[in-house]
């Protein structure tokens, strides 16, 4: 009996300990988790910073428009072409449309018989899609003559749509949205794989952002419009804030087409401007839930925006330039795109009013109110504080806060906001007391492993549903350590980039909390000069070891900040502080050449090169002269032929990293012999 009890004790004990330790081991793990998606959370934060920031840069460029614009008069007799080139896609100088012209001009452009892609005949079909998604999966291209037709008959659709897309869940069980796909064509593949394809009993809205960033932006609008072709009422397009020929120049689609179109990459782009400014700018289901792409401000105005004429924005980071058309065309437009959107049944609406028809009975002209509608629904976000304030972050649109969301319900008898824009975590977010929905399709957006998609059901009942996924053929070979590391040291190694651009700004601020000239200060001081200098909402006090060194003392070295990178000097002669300039505005330069250089040949004539640079300097007042720039220009021009490839130009200002083994020397992993594991 007592051998049997004492037996009977040490295998409770033993269980009591194993317990424990289960228990031990799971509160680790939980710790250790967590630790690894604070992490996560924080790189997200970083590029997110930037990204906002490079948005900001991007809109201020509305700026230097309207400053050429109300120096139109005067710069234009100094250079008259250069102004028109400028401002041709605004209608001042160019008011012919090659529109027109276009069909005989596909007629011109031999399909060889060498091409083994999709031949497509028009109107299309559902065997034209099918043909189209094996040929993109297989990574062929679509011939351009194609791409032209399509985009032609896309245009011809999107013209017979009101600015405001009404729909009824009454005849359909789900309705699907989808947010942001930025050229991420897996990620469109596996929503259709999952989901099923869009047809008349599998309807879908995609909510803008179609295109940037990513590779496959042309096959997503290809699949995209062939799919409104086909099946018109059933799937839908809102445009996002990167349906603009002016952010396309910045974020890669410029690119993309006339690498992938060398010969007739001109005329997709200038057709796809027209396309841009005809897509619907929102969604409405059942009068009762709105889709915008990015959300409202405490002016958003439904009547106005459902009424006016949306191809006159042409860009929304160019200032609004007026147009005079025939009285009687924009009264009838008015009338019939108010009967069209249907606002006509909605309660509480009295669009029919004097005051609502005097502000459509105008003449052909975009006002600066309207352009400040498309602007906010396009670029606002979401925030929990109260009211509609400036969206600093980004530089344009607004912070809504749910009072704002509250009222404009009340006006309109709204129950929900379905709107993307931001990247999320895990592919959408919810707040303003489940009002406010985001969704976000583009996975893996900044870097492997750094977020989920997700795309939306609508049941009848109208209560959302969410299906998350990541695509990547690596992403689930690493574990979440490894994933999480990579997403760490890219986000870092932006940051450090982010440094060169404002290094002399950063310098004289250091140097002023150190009049000893001992080149350290402290951790606070440091903390405040990067916190007014970058203008990046980060916790600098964090990052601070991550970023530079720090003496016994704990004061920070502040050159070090610069230490581990470079911007590639193209020329030895040139000055540092030109290099530091031009490798700051390179962006910004890129888009004002590009705009230029309307065949995309690449190549910018020497005198161009100089007219381009001294309308920048006249709005930056950068302090860099005429000559260190015409030095500079003449360097470039290697085979001396008078024109510069403008493209080489921006690739020799590129930062050059240089290897540091300090920053792989720490490591937060349970199995610390992890070779390819990167932390900060």
């Known amino acids: 009996m007592g051998c049997g ?27 250790y988790m967590a630790r690894l998606e604070v992490r996560r959370l924080s790189a997200l934060n970083i590029f997110q910073s ?10 201020q460029l509305s700026d230097f428009f309207s400053f050429l614009l109300d120096h139109f008069t005067d710069l234009n007799k100094k250079d008259s072409e250069l102004m028109c080139r400028l401002f041709s896609a605004s209608r001042i100088c160019d008011p012919d449309s090659p529109g027109d012209k276009l069909k005989e001009y596909e007629r011109m452009i031999d399909v060889p018989p060498s091409y083994h892609g999709p031949r497509l005949s028009f109107p299309l079909t559902v065997v034209d899609i099918n043909a189209i998604l094996q040929a993109f999966k297989h990574r062929q291209l679509l011939h351009a003559r194609y791409v032209l037709q399509l985009l032609h008959e896309t245009k011809k659709v999107l013209k017979q749509m009101p600015n405001i897309t009404h729909l009824s869940s009454s ?7 989808c947010g942001d796909l930025h050229g991420k064509l897996d ?7 999952k989901n099923g394809l869009p047809s008349g009993e599998n309807p879908y809205i995609f909510n803008g952002d179609f295109v940037d960033r990513g590779r496959h932006s042309m096959e997503i609008l290809i699949i995209l419009f062939a799919f409104l072709l086909v099946y018109p009422n059933d799937l839908h397009l809102n445009r996002g804030n990167h349906e603009d020929f002016m952010m396309n120049l910045r974020y890669g689609f410029t690119k993309e087409v006339m690498h992938k179109y060398k010969h007739h990459g001109g005329q997709i782009l200038q057709l796809l401007e027209d396309v841009y400014c005809w897509l619907p700018l929102a969604t409405v289901i059942d009068h009762k839930i709105l889709i915008v792409h990015g959300g409202i401000s405490d002016t958003t105005d439904l009547e106005l925006l459902s009424c006016f004429e949306r191809s006159l924005v042409k860009s929304v980071l160019m200032p ?46 975009l006002s600066r109110k309207e352009w400040k509608q498309v602007v906010d629904i396009l670029w606002s976000d979401p925030r929990s504080r109260r009211g509609c304030f400036p969206n600093t972050g980004r530089g344009g649109g607004c912070y809504f806060g749910p009072d704002v969301t509250t009222k404009l319900f009340a006006k309109y008898g709204l129950k929900m906001i379905i709107r993307s824009h931001e990247c999320k975590p895990e592919g959408y977010d919810i707040c303003h007391n489940g009002r406010v ?20 059901k609508l049941n009848p009942d109208m209560s959302p549903r969410f299906v998350q996924y990541q695509v990547s053929k690596t992403t689930h070979k690493k574990t979440f350590n490894q994933r999480v590391s ?15 651009g404002r290094k002399s700004e950063l310098v004289a601020a250091f140097q002023q909390f150190d009049p000893g000239d001992t080149g350290k200060i402290s951790v606070a001081d440091w903390v405040s000069v990067m916190d007014s200098v970058l203008n990046l909402s980060l916790p600098w006090r964090s990052l601070c070891t991550h970023l530079a060194a720090l003496d016994p003392e704990g004061r920070v070295d502040y050159l070090s900040c610069f230490s581990h990178l470079q911007v590639q000097e193209p020329v030895l002669e040139a000055h540092s502080a030109l290099v530091e300039t031009l490798y700051r505005y390179r962006s910004d330069l890129e888009i004002v050449f590009n705009v230029i250089d309307k065949d995309h040949s690449g190549l910018i004539s020497m005198e161009e090169f100089r007219q381009m640079w001294q309308l920048f300097n006249a709005h ?14 003449q360097s470039m021009d290697r085979n001396k032929d008078g024109s510069i490839d403008f493209n080489e130009f921006l690739k020799a200002f590129h930062v050059v990293h240089r290897h540091d083994p300090r920053w792989s020397t720490r490591e937060e992993t349970p199995s610390p012999t992890t070779a390819d594991d990167e932390t900060w």
């Open 320 to 365: 609004p330039m007026p147009t005079r058309t025939e009285k009687t065309q924009l009264q009838t437009y008015a009338k019939n795109q108010a009967l069209a959107s249907g606002f006509d049944k909605m309660p509480r609406v009295p669009y029919k009013n004097a005051a609502f028809i005097d502000r459509c009975d105008r003449s052909g002209e």
């Open 486 to 500: 990579l997403v760490e040291s890219t986000a870092l190694r932006a940051l450090r980039e982010r440094l060169i």
């Open 620 to 633: 930056h007042h950068v302090d860099v002269d005429d000559t260190t720039i015409d030095h500079l220009a």
């Open 5 to 31: 009890t004492s037996f009977h004790g040490e295998e409770v004990k033993k269980s009591e300990r194993a317990m424990k330790a289960a228990i031990l081991i799971q509160k680790w793990f939980r710790c």
């Open 171 to 177: 005849y359909f069980k789900e309705i699907t949205v």
């Open 437 to 456: 929905v985001t969704v976000f399709s583009a996975s893996n957006y900044y870097e492997e492993g750094s977020n989920r998609g997700a795309y939306l």
């Open 50 to 59: 930037i990204e906002y920031a490079d948005e900001q840069a991007q809109l």
């Open 187 to 193: 990620d469109l593949l596996l929503i259709f794989y």
